[in-house]
């Protein structure tokens, strides 16, 4: 009933910027919660962000105040502006979202952080 679709990601070198984008499509009025993940080879993923459908956003200490999400509850998109980007950022980042029928998962956007 839905399905989301990551893309922005991209390679970038230490101290640059990338905005990544998660189109939902399906019944996009159902959905709660939304979320990043990343997760790098050999690591657990982890998370990254999370924002409700009323706008409250919560981060990590590993990528608070570089990091911001946002979202347009209308379009059904989410996004995560990253700035200040670091070596240990780079990772397959996933969009999560929760809704009336359970959580949904992106297929990835690879991240690479590296000069």
């Known amino acids: 009933q839905v399905q989301l679709v990551e893309s922005g990601g991209g390679l970038v070198q230490p101290g640059g910027s990338l905005r990544l984008s998660c189109a939902a499509s399906?019944?996009?009025?159902?959905?709660?919660?939304m979320a990043w993940y990343r997760q790098a080879p050999g690591n657990q993923r982890e998370l990254v962000a999370t924002?409700?459908?009323?706008?409250?956003?919560d981060y990590p200490d590993a990528v608070k105040g570089r990091c911001t999400i946002s979202r347009d509850n209308a379009k059904g998109t989410v996004f995560l502006q990253m700035n200040d980007l670091k070596p240990e950022d780079t990772a397959v980042y996933y969009c999560n979202a929760k809704s009336w029928y359970g959580d949904h998962w992106g297929q990835g956007t690879q991240v690479t952080v590296s000069s």
């Open positions: 399906g019944r996009i009025v159902s959905i709660n919660d």
């Open positions: 924002i409700t459908r009323g706008g409250r956003t």
